[in-house]
């Protein structure tokens, strides 16, 4: 089991509810992803990791979206007060450096807003 | 204007012919390049990547990168059913941000 993985793989959101997106890297792994992809599009991305700081918060759509990673490890994704325009599928991908050559993807959560 | 370009498609070639997907970008200053596969209901799984101009090859895949004309191309060989799917061209800018297209649907008819 060395892959990224993530949890949940689905979820259902009734609109206005706050939501945790969860991501495991590849252990060891220094960087992490995290997109959102549309149907029909490709990924998005929403913020970037190197260990627990996060770099690059430049794709996160609205101060409705906040991400963690406080000890360099998992991840969480956090939405509040959720839109139906927030239905989604969640990607997390990790690498092993601090060049993003090859990025390991999760399976993604995908979220759906009711 | 987006700043990564494709075609979604779809594309369709016969089994055994040659897959050519193409890509544009926007940002001069970028710097590496990277074909992902992703097939439906899966998340991106990455093929190649190329950050110098020319040709790289890999099996039945071979990345094309063209900086002066801001063009990366993706050529599949012997073309199998098992490639269907979608291909995502994707850029790394300065940094660590990496944008991808909207992705190009390949379909081999057997």
């Known amino acids: 089991g060395a892959g990224v993985s993530q949890s949940p793989r689905y979820k259902v959101a009734k609109r206005g509810q706050d939501v945790a997106l969860r991501c495991d890297p590849i252990?060891?792994?220094?960087?992490l992803f995290w997109y959102q992809q549309a149907l029909g599009q490709g990924p998005e991305f929403l913020t970037y990791?190197?260990?627990?700081?996060?770099?690059?918060k430049s794709g996160l759509p609205s101060d409705r979206f906040f991400a963690e990673r406080p000890e360099g490890s998992v991840s969480t994704l956090k939405i509040q007060r959720t839109q139906q325009e927030d239905s989604a599928v969640y990607l997390c991908?990790?690498?092993?450096?601090?060049?993003?050559?090859?990025?390991?993807f999760g399976p993604g959560t995908r979220l759906t807003v009711t | 204007q987006k700043e990564v370009e494709q075609n979604s498609g779809p594309l369709s070639v016969p089994e055994g012919a040659i897959a050519s997907l193409n890509c544009t970008y926007s940002?001069?200053?970028?710097?590496?390049f990277f074909w992902y596969r992703q097939y439906s209901g899966k998340s991106p799984e990455l093929i190649m990547f190329?950050?110098?101009?020319g040709d790289k090859e890999d099996g039945r895949f071979t990345a094309q990168l063209n900086k002066a004309s801001q063009y990366v191309s993706l050529l599949i060989r012997d073309s199998q059913p098992s490639d269907s799917a979608t291909y995502l061209c994707?850029?790394?800018?300065?940094?660590?941000?990496?944008?991808f297209g909207i992705g190009t649907k390949l379909q081999v008819i057997p």
């Open positions: 940002d001069r200053g970028s710097q590496s």
């Open positions: 252990s060891g792994h220094v960087s």
């Open positions: 991908a990790s690498s092993s450096g601090t060049v993003s050559y090859e990025q390991y």
């Open positions: 190329i950050y110098s101009n």
């Open positions: 990791f190197q260990n627990e700081a996060q770099l690059d």
């Open positions: 994707a850029v790394r800018g300065g940094y660590q941000k990496v944008t």
